[in-house]
């Protein structure tokens, strides 16, 4: 059975700043996805970025980008120059592609805070 | 982009009786959708996968009898909360999968449910 870890249950930064969760998960698969969604007071899940396992490079979207070090099974987030829209729970998940029968498997959260 | 919605955004419901919520794709066909559940502060808990046409696969210690989940069209599903008790109070969260993008899920808005 896959599982997500996310050591960091909350986290604070200031605003402008740069800010790196950790998440680490636990698979035997070879081929799958990594994601980390972002949960704001709304609760709309909102896909921050995706990794797919095969690719080597770090996937970036604006001011996210991944540390994706499969070896160690690791998967970090770092938002950089931080805004107040940011604060939110971000969930790390993993996903097997093209099982419809296994879903994404979700992390516990980390709670960011971005301060003014 | 893809959209999920979900109706009702919120309900208020006695104890005892039934509630039933639905989760459509807007502008896709949703060959399997899920359901979560959340409680405050923690993360999306999978209660089940329906896809279209068949019968929904539920969760370990998920009890199907109170949570009827129905998939009867490639862009509705719909879960229903029978005999609802306080402790189903919760966060109901959908999401659904294009077949043409199955690395992707499509999260609802989400139903808060009260059980009074």
């Known amino acids: 059975a896959q599982t997500v870890t996310q050591s960091q249950p909350e986290m604070s930064v200031q605003e402008a700043e740069t800010v790196t969760l950790s998440c680490t998960y636990d698979?035997?698969?070879?081929?799958?996805?990594l994601f980390w969604y972002k949960q704001p007071p709304s609760r709309q899940m909102i896909l921050v970025i995706r990794q797919e396992a095969y690719k080597q490079q770090n996937a970036t979207e604006n001011r996210f980008s991944v540390n994706f070090q499969k070896a160690a099974k690791s998967f970090s987030l770092k938002i950089s120059d931080s805004q107040l829209g940011d604060t939110a729970m971000y969930f790390c998940?993993?996903?097997?592609?093209?099982?419809?029968?296994?879903?994404?498997?979700f992390g516990p959260g980390t709670r960011l805070s971005v301060l003014p | 982009g893809a959209v999920v919605s979900q109706h009702p955004s919120w309900v208020i419901c006695k104890s005892g009786t039934s509630v039933k919520i639905e989760c459509r794709s807007l502008?896709?066909?949703?060959?399997?959708m899920f359901w979560y559940r959340q409680f405050p502060k923690q993360s999306l808990m999978l209660m089940a996968t329906?896809?279209?046409?068949?019968?929904?696969?539920?969760e370990q210690g998920v009890e199907k009898d109170k949570f009827l989940i129905n998939h009867a069209s490639l862009t509705l599903s719909t879960l229903t909360v029978t005999s609802a008790h306080p402790e189903d109070s919760s966060f109901y969260i959908c999401?659904?999968?294009?077949?043409?993008?199955?690395?992707?899920?499509?999260f609802g808005p989400g139903t808060r449910l009260t059980v009074t």
């Open positions: 999401s659904a999968r294009d077949p043409k993008a199955p690395y992707e899920q499509y």
């Open positions: 329906s896809n279209e046409g068949s019968k929904a696969t539920y």
């Open positions: 998940a993993f996903m097997i592609p093209y099982n419809y029968g296994q879903n994404f498997v």
């Open positions: 698979t035997s698969e070879n081929n799958y996805y």
């Open positions: 502008d896709f066909q949703a060959t399997t």
